[in-house]
C-alpha cells in the first residue's frame, strides 16, 4: 500500500474541511435567504393566521418603562443581521435614547415570553421563543417630515446580531424589477395587529392619492412619497406592518421584497384605508446602513 506523507495529509484535511465550509455556507445560504416564500401559502382560504414560520421578517417595538418592556403597539422588519427597520412615528418616543427600546423577534405570538426554549400547546404544537434584542442606535431617515408624516422610515441597530433561524429572517430590501408605480397593485402585507396576538397577514390593492382622500374623507392628499392600500379586510393593524412585492423568476413566485411600509391606518365609517410609506425613494438609504 502507498504510503502519504505527512505534509500531503495536511493538505488534504485542509482541502476538505474547506469543501465542506463551502457547502455548509451554500446551504445556509440557500435555507435563510431574503423574502422566503412558500408558493401554497399565497393561496390559503384563512387569509388572515400565518403559519409560525411564515413571514419570519416581523417583529415587536418594546419600550423600557421603569423596570419592564412594554409592547409599543409597533410592527418591526427585519433587513440584516443588524438592523430592523419601523416608522419614525414609533421612534419618536424614545427622544433619541436606544437603551429604552427593544425589539422581539421570531416571535408569532404576543402572549409568548421570551426566555423559554419552546412552548407548546395543549395539541402537542411546539414552537421556540422569541427573542428580544436590545438598541444601539437609532436612525431616523433624514427626510422624515413629522408634520406631514411623508418619509416615515427608522432604521433601528441591534447590540447584537440576529441568529437566522426559520422563524427568523430578512426581508429582501431590493427587487427584481422595480415598479414603475405603486398604483393598481394586490399587495401582500403581514406584522401584528390590535384585535388578535397571533401574527397576522391580508392583501391590499393600492389607489390613486385623489380616490383615497375621496373615501377616508380627508381634507388633502397623503404625502407625495406615501399610497393608500385598500385592504380585503379591515382588521386594523400596527404602524410598521411589511407591505410586500413578489420577485417572480422564471413564472414561478421566488421571494417577497419590501414596497411599503403601513405608516397609518385610517377608519372612516364602514371604510378603512391604509397609508403606506413608499420605499423606493430610499432604498439606496435603507441598504447602505443597515449593512
Known amino acids: 500500500m502507498r504510503k502519504v506523507n505527512a505534509a500531503a495529509m495536511g493538505k488534504l484535511v485542509v482541502v476538505v ?37 411564515e413571514n419570519p421578517w416581523m417583529g415587536i417595538l418594546y419600550q423600557l418603562k421603569g423596570h419592564l418592556f412594554e409592547n409599543t403597539r409597533c410592527s418591526v422588519v427585519i433587513v440584516s443581521e443588524t ?60 427626510q422624515a417630515d413629522k408634520d406631514t408624516g411623508d418619509n416615515d422610515l427608522a432604521l433601528l441597530k441591534l447590540t447584537d446580531r440576529i441568529k437566522y433561524t426559520a422563524y427568523k429572517q430578512p426581508l429582501c430590501l431590493q427587487p427584481n424589477v422595480e415598479l414603475k408605480s405603486m398604483i393598481g397593485h394586490n399587495f401582500h402585507f403581514t406584522g401584528f395587529e390590535h384585535s ?38 379591515r382588521t386594523k393593524f400596527y404602524e410598521g406592518a411589511a407591505m410586500m412585492g413578489m420577485n417572480v423568476e422564471n413564472g414561478v413566485p421566488r421571494s417577497y421584497y419590501l414596497a411599503g411600509l403601513l405608516s397609518e391606518v385610517v377608519v372612516q365609517g364602514s371604510t378603512t384605508v391604509f397609508g403606506f410609506q413608499d420605499v423606493r425613494p430610499w432604498r439606496s438609504w435603507l441598504i447602505e446602513n443597515s449593512r
Do not use: M
Open 83 to 142: 438592523h430592523v427597520l419601523t416608522t419614525a412615528k414609533c421612534v419618536r418616543r424614545f427622544n433619541d435614547r436606544p437603551e429604552l427600546a427593544a425589539v422581539r423577534l421570531g416571535i408569532w405570538n404576543e402572549t409568548h415570553t421570551v426566555g423559554e426554549e419552546y412552548i407548546c400547546n395543549v395539541k402537542g404544537f411546539c414552537v421556540p421563543g422569541p427573542v428580544q434584542h436590545s438598541v444601539s442606535q437609532i436612525k431616523v431617515l433624514p
Open 196 to 233: 388578535h396576538y397571533s401574527k397576522g397577514k391580508g392583501t391590499a390593492y393600492t389607489l390613486s392619492r385623489e380616490y383615497c382622500t375621496e373615501l377616508s374623507k380627508a381634507s388633502s392628499p397623503r404625502p407625495e412619497n406615501q399610497f393608500c392600500g385598500y385592504p380585503t379586510k
Open 17 to 53: 474541511v474547506v469543501f465542506i465550509g463551502a457547502l455548509l455556507s451554500v446551504a445556509a445560504g440557500q435555507e435563510f435567504k431574503c423574502g422566503n416564500l412558500e408558493e401554497r401559502l399565497l393561496f390559503q382560504k384563512d387569509e388572515e393566521s400565518t403559519e409560525p414560520a
